[in-house]
Protein backbone atom coordinates (compact mmCIF):
# COMPACT_ATOMS: atom_id res chain seq x y z
CA UNK A 1 0.00 0.00 0.00
CA UNK A 2 1.43 3.52 -0.89
CA UNK A 3 0.75 6.41 1.35
CA UNK A 4 1.32 10.04 1.24
CA UNK A 5 4.53 10.95 3.77
CA UNK A 6 2.63 10.91 7.11
CA UNK A 7 2.42 14.46 9.20
CA UNK A 8 2.89 14.48 13.11
CA UNK A 9 1.39 17.53 14.51
CA UNK A 10 2.81 16.92 18.05
CA UNK A 11 6.25 15.47 18.99
CA UNK A 12 8.89 16.69 21.52
CA UNK A 13 12.08 16.08 20.48
CA UNK A 14 14.01 17.60 23.00
CA UNK A 15 16.32 19.87 21.08
CA UNK A 16 18.12 21.89 22.55
CA UNK A 17 18.91 21.77 26.20
CA UNK A 18 17.82 17.60 26.65
CA UNK A 19 19.54 15.92 23.69
CA UNK A 20 20.27 13.08 26.34
CA UNK A 21 16.73 12.47 25.49
CA UNK A 22 16.59 12.88 21.82
CA UNK A 23 18.01 15.38 19.26
CA UNK A 24 16.57 16.90 16.04
CA UNK A 25 18.23 13.90 14.20
CA UNK A 26 18.00 11.05 16.31
CA UNK A 27 14.22 11.77 16.94
CA UNK A 28 13.52 12.55 12.68
CA UNK A 29 15.21 9.36 12.31
CA UNK A 30 13.05 7.84 14.37
CA UNK A 31 10.11 9.71 12.49
CA UNK A 32 11.38 8.53 9.02
CA UNK A 33 11.21 4.89 10.87
CA UNK A 34 7.81 5.76 11.25
CA UNK A 35 6.51 6.28 7.85
CA UNK A 36 6.88 10.14 8.66
CA UNK A 37 8.44 12.79 6.53
CA UNK A 38 7.00 15.87 8.57
CA UNK A 39 6.99 16.32 12.10
CA UNK A 40 5.83 19.37 14.38
CA UNK A 41 7.75 19.91 17.44
CA UNK A 42 6.01 21.51 20.83
CA UNK A 43 8.17 24.59 22.73
CA UNK A 44 8.68 22.95 26.14
CA UNK A 45 12.44 22.74 25.56
CA UNK A 46 14.07 23.06 28.76
CA UNK A 47 14.39 26.86 28.29
CA UNK A 48 10.30 27.43 26.86
CA UNK A 49 10.57 28.30 23.52
CA UNK A 50 9.03 31.75 24.44
CA UNK A 51 11.56 34.58 23.11
CA UNK A 52 12.14 34.87 19.30
CA UNK A 53 15.69 34.46 19.76
CA UNK A 54 15.28 30.83 21.44
CA UNK A 55 12.60 30.00 18.70
CA UNK A 56 15.90 31.39 15.88
CA UNK A 57 18.32 29.57 17.77
CA UNK A 58 16.39 26.34 17.81
CA UNK A 59 15.27 26.32 13.76
CA UNK A 60 18.58 27.33 13.62
CA UNK A 61 19.84 23.87 14.82
CA UNK A 62 17.13 21.79 13.22
CA UNK A 63 18.69 23.00 9.62
CA UNK A 64 21.35 21.16 10.41
CA UNK A 65 20.24 18.60 12.10
CA UNK A 66 16.98 16.98 10.89
CA UNK A 67 16.26 14.12 8.47
CA UNK A 68 12.96 14.91 7.30
CA UNK A 69 11.14 18.61 7.03
CA UNK A 70 10.30 19.61 10.33
CA UNK A 71 8.31 22.74 11.49
CA UNK A 72 7.21 24.79 14.78
CA UNK A 73 4.94 26.05 17.31
CA UNK A 74 5.57 29.23 19.94
CA UNK A 75 5.18 28.73 23.32
CA UNK A 76 3.93 31.53 26.30
CA UNK A 77 3.57 31.80 30.05
CA UNK A 78 1.74 35.52 29.29
CA UNK A 79 4.88 37.56 29.83
CA UNK A 80 5.65 37.78 25.91
CA UNK A 81 2.56 38.76 24.15
CA UNK A 82 4.23 41.51 22.65
CA UNK A 83 6.68 39.08 20.56
CA UNK A 84 3.96 37.25 18.88
CA UNK A 85 3.86 39.30 15.76
CA UNK A 86 7.40 39.15 15.55
CA UNK A 87 7.22 35.01 15.23
CA UNK A 88 4.07 34.24 13.48
CA UNK A 89 5.63 34.24 10.35
CA UNK A 90 8.01 31.27 11.99
CA UNK A 91 5.89 28.56 13.47
CA UNK A 92 2.41 26.83 12.61
CA UNK A 93 1.03 27.82 15.96
CA UNK A 94 0.52 28.66 19.58
CA UNK A 95 1.36 25.90 22.25
CA UNK A 96 -0.36 26.59 25.84
CA UNK A 97 -0.44 24.25 28.92
CA UNK A 98 -3.57 24.51 31.18
CA UNK A 99 -2.37 21.47 32.72
CA UNK A 100 0.81 20.18 35.21
CA UNK A 101 3.09 18.53 32.74
CA UNK A 102 6.90 17.81 31.99
CA UNK A 103 8.53 21.41 31.73
CA UNK A 104 5.83 23.15 34.48
CA UNK A 105 4.59 25.78 32.11
CA UNK A 106 1.03 25.41 33.40
CA UNK A 107 -0.80 29.10 32.95
CA UNK A 108 -4.27 29.49 35.08
CA UNK A 109 -7.13 30.81 32.52
CA UNK A 110 -7.18 34.52 32.99
CA UNK A 111 -3.87 34.29 31.00
CA UNK A 112 -4.95 32.00 29.12
CA UNK A 113 -7.37 34.37 27.67
CA UNK A 114 -5.13 37.03 27.46
CA UNK A 115 -3.13 35.37 25.20
CA UNK A 116 -5.83 34.59 23.32
CA UNK A 117 -7.15 37.89 22.35
CA UNK A 118 -3.21 38.89 21.97
CA UNK A 119 -2.59 35.96 19.03
CA UNK A 120 -4.35 37.73 16.60
CA UNK A 121 -4.04 34.73 13.66
CA UNK A 122 -5.32 32.23 11.71
CA UNK A 123 -2.70 30.40 12.37
CA UNK A 124 -4.70 27.50 15.15
CA UNK A 125 -3.42 27.63 19.07
CA UNK A 126 -2.56 24.38 20.76
CA UNK A 127 -4.13 23.46 23.94
CA UNK A 128 -2.77 20.90 26.41
CA UNK A 129 -5.84 20.81 28.46
CA UNK A 130 -7.56 18.23 30.87
CA UNK A 131 -10.88 17.33 32.01
CA UNK A 132 -12.84 20.40 33.16
CA UNK A 133 -11.15 22.70 31.97
CA UNK A 134 -11.76 22.49 28.68
CA UNK A 135 -15.07 23.66 29.28
CA UNK A 136 -13.49 27.13 30.51
CA UNK A 137 -11.48 27.25 27.31
CA UNK A 138 -14.60 26.77 24.94
CA UNK A 139 -15.37 29.67 26.53
CA UNK A 140 -12.71 31.78 25.59
CA UNK A 141 -12.73 30.42 21.88
CA UNK A 142 -16.45 30.93 21.89
CA UNK A 143 -15.65 34.91 22.67
CA UNK A 144 -12.60 35.02 20.60
CA UNK A 145 -13.40 32.61 17.70
CA UNK A 146 -9.70 31.90 17.78
CA UNK A 147 -9.08 28.39 15.70
CA UNK A 148 -7.63 25.87 18.43
CA UNK A 149 -6.75 22.34 18.18
CA UNK A 150 -6.88 20.20 21.55
CA UNK A 151 -4.63 17.94 21.89
CA UNK A 152 -4.73 14.47 23.04
CA UNK A 153 -8.07 13.96 23.88
CA UNK A 154 -8.28 10.91 26.37
CA UNK A 155 -11.50 10.55 27.65
CA UNK A 156 -15.22 10.40 27.54
CA UNK A 157 -15.42 13.82 29.36
CA UNK A 158 -13.14 15.53 27.27
CA UNK A 159 -14.14 14.33 24.20
CA UNK A 160 -18.00 14.80 24.75
CA UNK A 161 -17.30 18.93 25.46
CA UNK A 162 -15.07 19.36 22.66
CA UNK A 163 -18.07 17.77 20.20
CA UNK A 164 -20.55 20.02 21.96
CA UNK A 165 -18.32 22.72 21.12
CA UNK A 166 -17.69 21.29 17.10
CA UNK A 167 -21.86 21.31 17.51
CA UNK A 168 -22.21 24.60 17.98
CA UNK A 169 -19.97 25.43 15.35
CA UNK A 170 -16.66 26.75 17.10
CA UNK A 171 -13.52 26.03 15.55
CA UNK A 172 -12.08 23.33 16.92
CA UNK A 173 -10.09 20.21 16.30
CA UNK A 174 -8.63 17.63 18.48
CA UNK A 175 -6.42 14.67 17.84
CA UNK A 176 -5.97 11.44 20.03
CA UNK A 177 -2.54 9.62 21.38
CA UNK A 178 -1.81 6.01 19.88
CA UNK A 179 -1.31 5.14 23.90
CA UNK A 180 -4.50 6.91 24.74
CA UNK A 181 -6.22 4.66 21.64
CA UNK A 182 -4.33 1.34 22.20
CA UNK A 183 -3.82 1.69 26.57
CA UNK A 184 -5.93 1.57 29.33
CA UNK A 185 -4.91 1.82 33.29
CA UNK A 186 -4.97 -1.71 33.62
CA UNK A 187 -1.53 -1.38 32.12
CA UNK A 188 0.13 0.89 35.03
CA UNK A 189 0.66 -2.56 37.02
CA UNK A 190 2.73 -3.86 35.05
CA UNK A 191 4.63 -1.14 32.71
CA UNK A 192 4.67 0.95 35.89
CA UNK A 193 6.78 4.33 34.92
CA UNK A 194 6.41 3.14 31.55
CA UNK A 195 2.73 3.79 31.13
CA UNK A 196 3.03 7.54 32.84
CA UNK A 197 2.09 10.34 30.96
CA UNK A 198 -0.05 13.15 30.56
CA UNK A 199 -3.17 13.39 30.09
CA UNK A 200 -3.00 10.15 31.80
CA UNK A 201 -4.25 6.64 30.42
CA UNK A 202 -7.88 5.85 31.26
CA UNK A 203 -10.18 3.15 31.89
CA UNK A 204 -11.47 0.68 28.94
CA UNK A 205 -15.01 2.85 29.17
CA UNK A 206 -12.79 5.71 27.86
CA UNK A 207 -10.96 3.84 25.51
CA UNK A 208 -13.81 2.58 23.95
CA UNK A 209 -15.72 5.90 23.56
CA UNK A 210 -12.77 7.47 21.68
CA UNK A 211 -12.90 4.27 19.27
CA UNK A 212 -16.87 4.66 18.81
CA UNK A 213 -16.21 8.18 17.77
CA UNK A 214 -13.03 7.94 16.10
CA UNK A 215 -15.06 9.82 13.00
CA UNK A 216 -15.15 12.73 15.13
CA UNK A 217 -11.31 12.70 16.21
CA UNK A 218 -9.34 14.93 13.48
CA UNK A 219 -5.73 13.65 13.97
CA UNK A 220 -3.95 11.23 15.38
CA UNK A 221 -0.92 12.88 17.08
CA UNK A 222 1.93 10.40 18.67
CA UNK A 223 3.08 13.48 21.99
CA UNK A 224 6.80 11.53 21.08
CA UNK A 225 7.46 12.53 24.64
CA UNK A 226 11.00 10.48 25.18
CA UNK A 227 12.45 10.14 28.45
CA UNK A 228 15.43 7.89 29.21
CA UNK A 229 14.98 4.71 30.90
CA UNK A 230 17.22 5.81 34.00
CA UNK A 231 14.80 8.75 34.28
CA UNK A 232 11.74 6.42 34.33
CA UNK A 233 13.43 4.33 36.55
CA UNK A 234 13.73 7.02 39.03
CA UNK A 235 11.76 8.18 42.11
CA UNK A 236 10.52 10.62 40.38
CA UNK A 237 9.28 9.67 37.11
CA UNK A 238 8.74 12.01 34.20
CA UNK A 239 5.89 12.01 32.37
CA UNK A 240 5.61 10.59 28.47
CA UNK A 241 6.11 7.88 25.91
CA UNK A 242 7.60 8.18 22.49
CA UNK A 243 5.50 7.13 19.93
CA UNK A 244 6.98 7.64 16.57
CA UNK A 245 7.47 4.76 15.54
CA UNK A 246 4.73 3.25 16.68
CA UNK A 247 2.19 5.42 15.21
CA UNK A 248 1.24 3.82 12.07
CA UNK A 249 1.77 0.02 12.65
CA UNK A 250 -0.51 0.62 15.67
CA UNK A 251 -3.30 2.00 12.74
CA UNK A 252 -2.78 -0.53 10.39
CA UNK A 253 -3.48 -2.94 12.79
CA UNK A 254 -6.88 -1.28 13.75
CA UNK A 255 -7.71 -1.52 10.88
CA UNK A 256 -7.49 -5.38 10.05
CA UNK A 257 -9.31 -5.30 13.80
CA UNK A 258 -12.18 -2.95 11.79
CA UNK A 259 -11.99 -0.60 14.11
CA UNK A 260 -11.16 1.75 11.30
CA UNK A 261 -10.76 1.96 7.28
CA UNK A 262 -7.72 2.16 5.37
CA UNK A 263 -8.12 5.37 4.50
CA UNK A 264 -8.83 6.88 8.23
CA UNK A 265 -5.11 6.53 7.95
CA UNK A 266 -4.61 9.43 5.34
CA UNK A 267 -7.74 11.15 6.71
CA UNK A 268 -5.98 10.82 10.75
CA UNK A 269 -1.90 11.56 9.39
CA UNK A 270 -2.30 13.46 6.61
CA UNK A 271 -5.21 15.33 5.14
CA UNK A 272 -6.75 16.84 8.90
CA UNK A 273 -2.70 17.68 9.85
CA UNK A 274 -2.58 19.82 6.75
CA UNK A 275 -6.02 21.13 7.16
CA UNK A 276 -5.14 22.39 10.66
CA UNK A 277 -1.54 23.60 9.65
CA UNK A 278 -2.18 25.21 6.42
CA UNK A 279 0.19 23.01 4.95
CA UNK A 280 0.65 22.50 1.21
CA UNK A 281 0.88 19.36 -0.51
CA UNK A 282 4.09 17.26 -0.21
CA UNK A 283 5.78 16.35 -3.89
CA UNK A 284 6.74 13.49 -5.02
CA UNK A 285 6.86 12.08 -1.51
CA UNK A 286 5.64 8.76 -0.47
CA UNK A 287 5.95 5.57 2.16
CA UNK A 288 5.48 2.33 0.73
CA UNK A 289 3.81 0.00 3.14
CA UNK A 290 3.21 -3.91 3.20
CA UNK A 291 -0.11 -3.76 4.96
CA UNK A 292 -0.61 -7.29 5.76
CA UNK A 293 3.03 -8.05 6.81
CA UNK A 294 3.09 -9.00 10.31
CA UNK A 295 5.92 -7.78 13.23
CA UNK A 296 7.21 -7.69 16.85
CA UNK A 297 7.59 -4.21 17.82
CA UNK A 298 11.01 -4.27 19.89
CA UNK A 299 12.91 -1.93 22.08
CA UNK A 300 15.86 -3.09 19.78
CA UNK A 301 14.78 -2.00 16.28
CA UNK A 302 14.31 1.66 17.35
CA UNK A 303 15.81 4.50 16.45
CA UNK A 304 14.61 7.09 19.05
CA UNK A 305 17.05 8.30 21.58
CA UNK A 306 15.53 6.51 24.57
CA UNK A 307 15.24 3.08 22.91
CA UNK A 308 11.94 1.61 24.93
CA UNK A 309 8.07 1.91 24.14
CA UNK A 310 5.46 0.39 26.11
CA UNK A 311 4.21 -1.25 22.88
CA UNK A 312 7.68 -3.58 22.89
CA UNK A 313 6.73 -7.35 22.19
CA UNK A 314 2.95 -6.81 20.67
CA UNK A 315 2.71 -7.90 17.45
CA UNK A 316 1.52 -5.30 14.43
CA UNK A 317 0.46 -5.00 10.86
CA UNK A 318 2.07 -2.67 8.21
CA UNK A 319 5.78 -3.10 7.82
CA UNK A 320 7.18 0.09 6.66
CA UNK A 321 9.55 -0.56 3.00
CA UNK A 322 10.28 2.95 1.87
CA UNK A 323 10.45 5.95 2.48
CA UNK A 324 10.83 8.40 -0.09
CA UNK A 325 10.79 12.14 0.36
CA UNK A 326 11.22 14.64 -3.27
CA UNK A 327 11.68 11.66 -5.18
CA UNK A 328 14.69 10.16 -3.62
CA UNK A 329 14.66 6.53 -0.89
CA UNK A 330 15.50 8.20 1.89
CA UNK A 331 14.44 5.20 4.33
CA UNK A 332 14.28 1.37 2.88
CA UNK A 333 12.72 -0.06 5.80
CA UNK A 334 15.59 -0.79 8.32
CA UNK A 335 18.25 1.94 7.24
CA UNK A 336 18.03 6.00 7.30
CA UNK A 337 19.51 6.76 3.54
CA UNK A 338 19.73 10.12 4.17
CA UNK A 339 21.93 12.61 6.10
CA UNK A 340 21.33 14.84 9.21
CA UNK A 341 20.80 18.40 7.24
CA UNK A 342 19.04 16.91 4.45
CA UNK A 343 15.39 17.62 5.89
CA UNK A 344 14.28 21.37 5.55
CA UNK A 345 12.81 23.70 8.25
CA UNK A 346 9.06 24.14 6.71
CA UNK A 347 8.35 27.83 5.62
CA UNK A 348 5.14 29.05 7.94
CA UNK A 349 4.50 31.78 5.87
O1 LIG B 1 3.25 12.96 28.94
C1 LIG B 1 3.57 14.04 28.47
N1 LIG B 1 4.85 14.31 28.15
N2 LIG B 1 2.62 14.94 28.28
C2 LIG B 1 2.93 16.19 27.92
O2 LIG B 1 2.05 17.00 27.81
C3 LIG B 1 4.34 16.61 27.72
C4 LIG B 1 5.19 15.47 27.40
C5 LIG B 1 6.66 15.75 27.55
O3 LIG B 1 7.11 16.81 27.08
O4 LIG B 1 7.37 14.92 28.10
ZN1 LIG C 1 2.92 16.89 24.12
Known amino acids: ?80 LDTFKQVQDSVFGLKLYLNITTG ?15 WDSKKP ?25 FCHVSSEHELSAILRAKEKGLPVTCGACPHHLFLTNDVVDSLGPYALMKPNLKSQKDVDFLWSHIQDIDVVESDHAPHTKQEKD ?16 LLVTAVHENKIEREDITRLLYDNPRRILHLPEQQNTWVEIDENERYTLSNDALK ?9 GWNVFGKIHSVNMRGKKIYDGEAVLTKPGSGKVIDAL
Not at 32 to 45: C, I, K, R, S, Y
Not at 305 to 310: A, H, I, S, V
Open 234 to 249: SENPPFGVPGLETTLP
Open 104 to 118: HYKIDLATVERIYRA
Open 304 to 312: TKCGWTPFA
Open 125 to 149: ILLHSEEDVIENVIDIIGKTRQPSH
Open 1 to 80: MKLPGLIDIHVHLRDPGQTHKEDFTTGTQAALAGGFTQVFDMPNNAQPITTKARLDEKIALAKKKTVIDIGFYYGSLGDN
